[in-house]
């Protein structure tokens, strides 16, 4: 995920997508030898990690890259990645002054406001919408 992350401004759209399509058909693989429970736990895991390793400001955004690019790799199987976006969100909400943060922020709401809308999971939306009305401005 931290390769393409980095690499999906820098290869196009077209070569991204591709690479997304290969990541989905592996994690479809992988989806037959672990257990839904397993994996929601490892995705969140690399997550934590993820954003213990941030040493500098800057890196909080590519955290954040990292993990969006991680659930659109999941192609179907996005729902999985719930725990992790979560995650993400909590800990970006606490460097929302870093650089970059702010719309990546948004994007992780965005991307779990859509998981919620396409799982019909009316707790997530209710979460999504309490964290956006906790943030500071109009």
Known sequence: MVALSADRHTRGPEAFLSTL???E??????????????????????????FELVDEAEEYALACDETLVLSMALGEAAWLSVPALKRAVDRASHVLTAPGVPPLFGQLLKRLRQLAKNHADAELEAWVRAVASALPGD
């Open 25 to 50: 058909l592996t994690f479809r693989d992988l989806r037959r030898y672990r257990t839904e429970k397993i994996l929601r736990e490892r995705l969140e895991a690399f997550v934590v990690s993820r």
């Open 21 to 23: 399509d290969d990541l």
